[in-house]
């Protein structure tokens, strides 16, 4: 695998991790799990089979939303090829911008704005979790859309369908595991969650510096200098695996 992209992937993981942990979806997980299930926190911890099932459905809908969108920006990304250049020089502004949201130095209204998909009941069965998952990843925008905007405008500049969609499903991956290991050891997760309650806003803090960074490299072309420098400080018997 090329520097850049095995870099990108590193970006996309990370990006899907700090998105779980922002400070507005980490305290809910515990609500989407109930929710999903059907059954309370202390019911949960017993019949772990059934949060399994149910968490990776719903793990599911939210990976298919991502895929949908990176295939799009992918796809929009090649109609522009001829433009690739200022694709990633805009694309870098823009992502320096959501990164700048994120550090709290200005709001805009568009992203502070909810558009999560308010179920009062849960649709009944396996396919009804499906659903779930595909309204947390369609409408949850104030804690994810800075973050998954930037992947996506990331995607579009690669126009490269298999490498985009590679790194929607790499994002959804840094989503999903965490997500995944809480639903089977809530009570653990609810415990750890206690303890970094007060600490959840550096994690915005370190988002936005991740993208600042992502954005700076795209807008001056430093992205394959990045890699190359990276990859010479991986050693080669695992170099060779990529």
Known sequence: MEPTATFGLVVSFTAGLLSFLSPCVLPLIPSYVTFITGMSLDEVQRTRRVALVHSLLFIAGFTLIFLALGATATVLGRALLAYREWISRVGGVLIIGFGLYLLGVFNLGALARERRVHLADKPVGYLGTVLVGVAFGAGWTPCIGPILGSILIFTSSTADLARGLLLLFTYSLGLAIPFL?????????????ARIRARLVWVNRVSGVLLILVGVL?????FSLMASYLQALTPAALRSRL
């Open 218 to 222: 795209l807008l001056t072309n430093y």
């Open 181 to 193: 290991v809480a639903a089977l050891a809530i009570d653990h997760f609810l415990a750890g969650v």
